[in-house]
């Protein structure tokens, strides 16, 4: 079965500093997905990242960006610049091929001015 | 493009009661996912629906089940509620399997609270 750990339960960063998150996973297979999803007070999960485990560079959106290391197991979210918005609940997933979401427990990330 | 709605946003039940919770799958998706989001925790999956049939389910008990229509929208039904099932409820809509890209787009949840 797969897993995912999310080691950090809180982080916080000071507003135009940059904040890395880090995550941990377990599977045996060779073909998958994983994700870093943001879930602000609003609730609603945000997908902020995605990359795919074939694929050997690493995924990058405007200031988020990410280190997976797939020998390792290991996909980290490296925040730049950030922004008092970026305040939320951060979570990792894992996901094979058309199937089920398998979410970390989660990293508070509180952004300071 | 219309993105994925749940309703209601807030409801409140007694132990013993059922309830149903409703969501309307974004434009263009067939797959729709419910997940159980329970205080301080990561979302567990619930079930997935593709094209009106069950894809796949989670470790929940027969007395979560659910629906999907010819529209794509879908419901969970939830019998016999225990305290424990107090959570937020997550419906994700997403393409099938085939046209799958990993992505899944979420509502913003139905939080059920159990007295």
């Known amino acids: 079965a797969q897993t995912v750990t999310q080691s950090q339960p809180e982080m916080s960063v000071q507003e135009a500093e940059t904040v890395t998150l880090s995550c941990t996973y377990d599977?045996?297979?060779?073909?998958?997905?994983l994700f870093w999803y943001k879930q602000p007070p609003s609730r609603q999960m945000i997908l902020v990242i995605r990359q795919e485990a074939y694929k050997q560079q690493n995924a990058t959106e405007n200031r988020f960006s990410v280190n997976f290391q797939k020998a390792a197991k290991s996909f980290s979210l490296k925040i730049s610049d950030s922004q008092l918005g970026d305040t939320a609940m951060y979570f990792c997933a894992f996901m094979k091929r058309a199937d089920k979401l398998i979410f970390g427990t989660g990293t508070r990330l509180q952004v300071f001015p | 493009e219309t993105g994925v709605t749940q309703s209601p946003t807030h409801l409140i039940k007694t132990r013993g009661q059922q309830v149903t919770l409703r969501c309307s799958s974004q434009s263009g998706h067939n797959t729709v996912s419910w997940y159980q989001q329970a205080l301080g925790q990561g979302p567990q999956f619930i079930f997935q629906?593709?094209?009106?049939?069950?894809?796949g389910r989670g470790n929940f008990p027969p007395r979560f089940s659910g629906l999907q229509f010819p529209n794509y929208s879908s419901e969970l039904n939830v019998n016999a509620l225990e305290l424990d099932d107090s959570a937020l409820y997550l419906c994700?809509?997403?393409?099938?399997?085939?046209?799958?890209?990993?992505?899944?787009?979420f509502g913003e949840g139905s939080r059920l609270t159990v007295l």
């Open positions: 629906y593709y094209r009106e049939e069950e894809n």
């Open positions: 599977t045996s297979e060779n073909n998958y997905y």
């Open positions: 994700a809509s997403s393409l099938g399997p085939g046209q799958d890209t990993g992505e899944l787009f």
